[in-house]
Antibody, heavy 122, light 110 residues
Framework: QVQLVQSGAEVKKPGSSVKVSCKASGGTFSSYAISWVRQAPGQGLEWMGGIIPIFGTANYAQKFQGRVTITTDESTSTAYMELSSLRSEDTAVYYC???????????????WGQGTLVTVSS | QSALTQPASVSGSPGQSITISCTGT?????????VSWYQQHPGKAPKLMIY???KRPSGVSNRFSGSKSGNTASLTISGLQAEDEADYYC??????????FGGGTKLTVL
């Protein structure tokens, strides 16, 4: 059983950056993929990008290329998502999600963090 | 990477069956048997209901089933119950280690 615990809510100014963390417990952190998904108020889910720690290379949705960076720290079983050049439209709940080794394939998010609300406001 | 297309809303009465469609392209849904479905209640994190088109994670009711034909995947819920009222999202692998979600469907149990 994998648990994902995210960092707390953030309030940011337009143009700044935010870094959200996702600490995993259970399972073998380095071998399962972790993705970041966001949800703007009243809107749907949006895949931002993902990473498999053992490989170390992140992949991003085209929409966020150049603005998002996903990294991991295997020593603390923590994944990070940093979004830069924030604008009001980035106000959303940001989730980390993973299969935790449950699935042998992708697009299989069994485990979710509790979500982190990022508010971008001047 | 355009969002997959889902109906904005569907409804059904208790005990009935409903189907939610998820239309993509030959670059995502049509090319991979890697479609998943998520249920989300207000204020909660999504919950995986179906993966790899038609597989159910342990603990998910067998009233939920998935299928795919061409570029369209479908989620069917049989024997509708009040607690099924929620938003539902499909997700597909889109190649090059990327994923894409559908716009979401609000299910109302009448």
């Amino acid at each position: 059983q994998v648990q994902l615990v995210q960092s707390g809510a953030e309030v940011k100014k337009p143009g700044s950056s935010v870094k959200v963390s996702c600490k995993a417990s259970g399972g073998t952190f380095s071998s399962y993929a972790i993705s970041w998904v966001r949800q703007a108020p009243g809107q749907g889910l949006e895949w931002m990008g993902g990473i498999i720690p053992i490989f170390g290379t992140a992949n991003y949705a085209q929409k966020f290329q150049g603005r998002v960076t996903i990294t991991t720290d295997e020593s603390t079983s923590t994944a990070y998502m940093e979004l830069s050049s924030l604008r009001s439209e980035d106000t959303a709940v940001y989730y980390c999600a993973s299969d935790g080794g449950y699935c042998s394939s992708t697009s299989c998010y069994v485990y979710w963090g509790q979500g982190t609300l990022v508010t971008v406001s001047s | 990477q355009s969002a997959l297309t889902q109906p904005a809303s569907v409804s059904g009465s208790p005990g009935q069956s409903i189907t939610i469609s998820c239309t993509g392209t030959s670059s995502d849904v049509g090319s991979y048997n890697l479609v998943s479905w998520y249920q989300q209640h207000p204020g909660k994190a999504p919950k995986l209901m179906i993966y790899e088109v038609s597989k159910r994670p342990s603990g998910v009711s067998n009233r939920f089933s998935g299928s795919k034909s061409g570029n369209t995947a479908s989620l069917t819920i049989s024997g509708l119950q009040a607690e099924d009222e929620a938003d539902y999202y499909c997700c597909s692998y889109a190649g090059s280690s990327t994923e894409v979600f559908g716009g979401g469907t609000k299910l109302t149990v009448l």
